[in-house]
């Protein structure tokens, strides 16, 4: 056996599930009951406003809090579980949907639905997200899916990232107004903050259909850590496999920025952090990396509401600033590892 | 016992040819090994047996039946294959990694059965890799991470195994161990085509040399005939000595050919 010693090994499958599905729970109570400051603070004041005016407290529950926590637990399941997918699949551990361009591709898509349909075709922008999270996608495997080294594959991320940013700079160029620049630059800067059940309703369907069929993969996933070639000769349609995996992604992707804007990092914190209590298969790392996406989504966005701004945190702007230390540090150890 | 049937098979990556119209027949009974200078096509040729590109002409047939008319899972289980490149990503157990190789035989939400552990300590059991079973795959040495992937090819049972330099990078002794297990599945009556660079191991091992050039067949028979002082100074520009040796003889490369 291995001298690591760490907290970070092997654990039951279901102990790991488990412990993280109780961890979503207290999570979830936690952020229902907690609001930015001058509303309503923590649980005390929530009750003394029940009993006030049962109404309005109603309204900010199913209005406010009940939307916001369903959302974070949702995107956040979302991109956990597409970090996972996009690692099993390019075999790499620093593959993430926004490090990637999957997620800024996808609030490209969004914006342009925005642009064109001047917001009034709300109902498309998990499909405008969803056509830029599949655009950017495809272009990945062509680009970096065949060649596995980490370089390759950051390269083109940076490329798409580059074409899109250049394309929603365009975009914010060209606003007709500052009111439009704002709704553009919302997509860039992910927040739970100010939403409906409408953007639940919107998301969810998109994103079932993205956890199932990124599932499916699980198992073509633990035979490509055997490679691609003898994947294929273990009886696996690899581009079967490489369909389902880019149209989960796309689906949980981009219905995930389209409601709420890009959020990066997640997908990469999630799985690092899950793999070695799964022992390393990609395949058993998919359920515990989505229940941990949720988690980290619920705790990020309880912790923009307890740091008391002006103007409340954007939870994007959280994950960024946390993640791409992390990041950096990833590459680091692994430039040590593999040579 | 199944056997590959190769009819005038020609593969193409983009407009060059790489395989010309190759006709083999590879049978059970005996260890074949595939030889020829670099580029000669032999990887192609064991990957086109294994499915993994696609045929431009002729066919390949198992048992038979042509590759394609197969059902994939059914394919899988009827040829194994070793792919060339060794190299372990993630630090898998190694036991679990042999474990894939029953994939075939699962399906898709089914977990391991008594058989199929059973399979697999058999497998790790015959590479001498059953020691290895816990220990990650990023921290074995280059002859473990081998055993442990042919244990992998091996725990699939399939009847026909194709191995793409399974001894590439080992010492002697793992070499030698490698390659009397191929043989002795070989023997059991396995049809095994293994790719082999090095000539004394593939004249002392091997039953039956196919040795290739330029995308075709050049030579196929018993190693001594297969690797004559000509076709050596032909297609590989080297001399050799045949040693004689307990029997059976090795052919050793001894210098460029003038």
Redesign the interface.
Known sequence: MTTKTSAFRERPFGLVVGGLSVLVVILTIVSIITGRGEITGGLGDLVGLWRRDAETAWLIMSQVRVPRTLLALLVGASLGLSGAVLQGLLRNPLAEPALLGASSSAALGAVAVFYFGAGGLSYLLPVGGMVGTLIATALLLLLGGRAQDTLTLILAGVAINALTSALTSLALNFAPSPYAAMEIVFWILGSFADRSLDHVFMALPAMAVGWVLLFSVARALDAMSLGEDTAATLGFDMRQVKLRAVLGTAFCVGAAVAVTGVISFVGLVIPHLVRPLVGYRPGRLLLPSMIGGAALMLAADIGVRMISTALELKVGVITAIIGAPFFLHLLVVLRRSRP | MSKLSLRDLSVRYGARSVLNGVTLDLAPGSLIGLIGPNGAGKTTLL?AC???IPIAGGECALDGRPLESWD??A???A?????Q?K???????AG??VA??R??H?G?WDSLTPLDESKVSEAMAATDALHLA???VT?LSGGELARV?IA?LLA?TPPVLLADEPVSGLDPAHAMQVLTIFRALALEGRTVVVVLHDLMLASRFCDRLVLMNAGAVVADGAPLDVLSPDRLARFYGITADVMPEDGTRVVVPRALAP
């Open positions: 990957r294994a499915s993994l994939r899972r394919r899988a289980r040829i194994g294959y070793l792919a490149e190299a372990a990503l993630w630090p898998v157990a679990r990694l894939l190789g994939l075939p699962l898709p816990e220990r990650p921290e992937l992998r699939g």
